[in-house]
């Protein structure tokens, strides 16, 4: 068969699973996704598979990517807990290209150390969805390598004409500590003070952090400011956010930062912590604000709220960033 497998450990909304479910649908007949463990979310699709494991660590579907892999010229594995799918793959399909696909600049704990360590020296190739995420393997990259980095834009936005600023903010992603919502709430308390007009929307399920996350809005009063959706689809994010004016991210960690990519296409002025791509994408009051610090950042917002023009400016050169740029 030709194309590709693309194997990960669950299906979900991160950064790796939705651009391989939407590669999956872009081409059918040359991408398949297999996922270890769970249900398929989104609609269903022939070449997007569940190997029915009762987790990423079960042996058995592993097992079966091992022989599926048999069909295809190159598999493709995202995240550390794919490591056993990868090493069944090198033992029952050897003549299959393994790929090792990056998605952050940093291993989290031991056991993603330890298993990307084993992913790059069982792989032919390392990809990685920025040139951060790559730096980041450091020391667990064997020595000669083949690497590449691949774009990670997922699809096409149109970019929404806004007039003049106003202090609605808005954010989609996992409800996930490293995504730091609970900092992005307390910049947000900040601003509300003196702006009773301002406005935060957080859209994305549950991944650990929502019940602390609504707690901090209660405590800090501002349960008629702050709005928590739930997970929506990206037709659905792009249609709410043409009715916000910033995007806030301060997360602690990120690689190509998929959600900051689609925010700038769409126009929004992006807040962000400088860290994975963030900090490449934006730059201080040209293509957004880069959030040093609470104090720093809401003088800048400030600045930006002050000055249509700015704010104009910044949504433009936002949307130019990603004009033309290559898809995934």
Same mark, same amino acid.
């Given at each position: 068969?030709?194309?590709?497998?693309?194997?990960?450990?669950?299906?979900?909304?991160?950064?790796?699973? $939705?651009?391989?479910?939407?590669?999956?649908q872009a081409a059918p007949d040359r991408v398949t996704v297999a996922v270890l463990a769970g249900? %398929?979310?989104?609609?269903?699709?022939? /070449?997007?598979?569940?190997? /029915? *494991?009762?987790?990423?660590?079960?042996p058995l579907p592993a097992l079966r990517v091992g022989v599926l892999a048999r069909k295809y010229p190159v598999a493709i594995f995202s995240l550390w807990k794919s490591t056993l799918a990868m090493l069944a793959t090198a033992l029952i399909s050897p003549g299959t290209l393994r790929v090792l696909l990056l998605h952050s600049d940093r291993r989290v704990h031991l056991p993603d150390r330890l298993a990307t360590w084993l992913q790059?020296?069982?792989?032919?190739? %390392?990809?990685?969805?920025?040139?951060?995420?790559?730096?980041?393997?450091?020391?667990?990259?064997?020595?000669?390598?083949? =690497?590449? %980095? %691949?774009?990670?834009v997922a /699809?096409?936005?149109?970019?929404?004409?806004?007039?003049?600023?106003?202090p609605r903010? $808005?954010?989609? *992603?996992?409800?996930?500590?490293l995504k730091r919502i609970n900092v992005a709430i307390a910049l947000f308390a900040e601003l509300a003070r003196t702006r009773p007009d301002a406005r935060f929307m957080i859209i994305g399920p549950d991944d650990g952090s929502e019940a602390g996350l609504r707690n901090q809005v209660a405590a800090l009063r501002l349960g008629d400011k702050v709005t928590f959706a739930g997970g929506k689809t990206m037709n659905e994010i792009?249609? $709410?956010?043409?009715? &916000?004016?910033?995007?806030l991210q301060l997360s602690e960690q990120e690689g190509a930062a998929m959600s900051l990519i689609e925010a700038m296409q769409l126009g929004l002025a992006p807040i962000v912590t400088p860290v994975g791509e963030?900090?490449? &994408?934006?730059?201080?009051?040209? =293509?957004?604000?880069?959030y040093e610090s609470r104090d720093q950042a809401a003088a800048d917002i400030a600045r930006i709220l002050g000055d249509p023009a700015l704010f104009a400016r910044i949504g433009a050169a936002a949307v130019d960033h990603w004009r033309g740029a290559r898809l995934y």
């Open positions: 068969m030709a194309g590709l497998l693309h194997v990960l450990p669950h299906d979900g909304v991160g950064g790796a699973e $939705i651009a391989a479910r939407q590669a999956a249900a %398929i979310h989104g609609p269903a699709q022939p /070449n997007r598979i569940s190997l /029915n *494991g009762f987790d990423s660590y079960d790059a020296r069982l792989a032919h190739e %390392i990809w990685a969805d920025c040139r951060r995420s790559l730096d980041g393997l450091g020391s667990l990259m064997p020595a000669g390598k083949p =690497t590449r %980095i %691949i774009s990670f /699809n096409r936005l149109t970019g929404t004409t806004r007039a003049a600023p106003r903010f $808005i954010f989609w *992603g996992r409800l996930t500590p792009a249609a $709410i956010a043409a009715d &916000y004016d910033f995007f963030m900090g490449t &994408y934006v730059r201080a009051l040209e =293509t957004g604000v880069v």
